[in-house]
């Protein structure tokens, strides 16, 4: 990870969460929305901070991962933010979608009138999948370790079990990722359903005022979409980056790959800011300061 990289993806997930808190001072209450993004913001800016210790730490001290500790210790705190990340970013979704849908169905009305505590109980519930995933990544330090250790000729036979063993790990943890892309995926097409027979109900009362469903639900889309794009260019560069390491020991080539992972969160924050008409709206103002200020 570059320096660039991170000094653009803290400024960004700070500022989201900075004008949410500023927000919540000055109203005194707090939306679900709101309280998602900041959450977010702050467990992405945790997640560059492991990121980029992570860098630090191969690129000019390596032999301090041969110890064990530290390794583990990295593996546990970067797995636990990318949990959290990529579950806010779930929730926010399904936030999204309650949200702004409209369908008469009793199931939805349901979820629709408890939405928090649906939001609520879906988080909790991912620390189910956060226990798997810690247990595996605690197991996996182990392969890091022996690739940071002085080479051995009687360890060939061990590092070939290790990278097996990696391999079908990998492809566990991999699956836990299935359910928050599903989650995401179903709040999009469910979003697109609403839209279109909203689209229908519209044209027929012949209502020419101005439709801000249909807009609410194109911007929820939008956000959907993005998130769902970027998540999948980060899960498939980070099976490439750990593909590259273990068959072809090209540690150079797979340090380049794994820097497309790291815009991820960067861009989404973005993504955040310019589709969230508040934090455009802050953003627009402090970047017209500084332009009058410089001038």
């Known amino acids: 990870m570059s320096t660039g990289e991170f000094i653009l993806g803290v400024?960004?997930?700070?500022?989201?969460?900075?004008?949410?808190?500023?927000?919540?001072?000055?109203?005194?209450?707090?939306?679900?929305?709101d309280f998602i993004l900041t959450c977010l913001a702050v467990a992405r800016i945790i997640q560059l901070w492991v990121t980029l210790l992570d860098s630090f730490i191969v690129g000019l001290a390596p032999h301090l991962?041969?110890?064990?500790?530290?390794?583990?210790?990295?593996?546990?705190?970067?797995?636990?933010?990318n949990h959290l990340t990529t579950w806010f970013a779930t929730c926010l979704s399904i936030f999204y979608f309650l949200k702004i849908a409209n369908f008469s169905h009793f199931f939805f009305l349901w979820l629709k009138w408890r939405m928090n505590r649906v939001l609520l109980v879906l988080f909790l519930a991912s620390f189910f999948l956060l226990s798997f995933d810690l247990l595996m990544q605690d197991a996996l330090g182990e392969l890091w370790m022996n690739?940071?250790?002085?080479?051995?000729?009687?360890?060939?036979?061990?590092?070939?079990?290790?990278?097996?063993?990696?391999?079908?790990?990998?492809?566990l943890l991999s699956l836990t990722y299935v359910i928050p892309f599903l989650l995401s995926?179903?709040?999009?097409?469910?979003?697109?359903?609403?839209?279109?027979?909203?689209?229908?109900?519209?044209?027929?009362?012949?209502?020419?005022?101005?439709?801000?469903?249909?807009?609410?639900?194109?911007?929820?889309?939008?956000?959907?979409?993005?998130?769902?794009?970027?998540?999948?260019?980060?899960?498939?560069?980070?099976?490439?980056?750990?593909?590259?390491?273990?068959?072809?020991?090209w540690y150079e080539v797979m340090m380049f790959v794994m820097v497309v992972p790291t815009l991820f969160p960067l861009g989404h924050s973005f993504v955040i800011i310019l589709g969230n008409s508040k934090l455009r709206q802050v953003a627009f103002r402090l970047l017209w300061g500084l332009k009058f200020y410089k001038n």
């Open 147 to 171: 690739t940071f250790r002085e080479p051995e000729r009687n360890m060939t036979l061990h590092l070939d079990a290790s990278k097996i063993f990696y391999l079908k790990s990998l492809i």
């Open 185 to 249: 995926l179903a709040s999009l097409l469910l979003l697109f359903l609403s839209l279109v027979r909203h689209t229908k109900n519209f044209q027929v009362n012949l209502n020419h005022s101005r439709d801000f469903s249909t807009e609410a639900h194109k911007r929820a889309m939008k956000m959907v979409t993005t998130f769902l794009l970027l998540f999948i260019v980060y899960f498939i560069s980070t099976l490439i980056g750990n593909w590259i390491f273990l068959k072809l020991q």
């Open 65 to 81: 991962y041969a110890t064990g500790k530290l390794v583990k210790v990295v593996i546990l705190l970067w797995a636990l933010t």
């Open 11 to 33: 400024l960004g997930n700070g500022f989201i969460g900075l004008v949410n808190c500023i927000e919540w001072v000055k109203n005194g209450k707090v939306s679900s929305a």
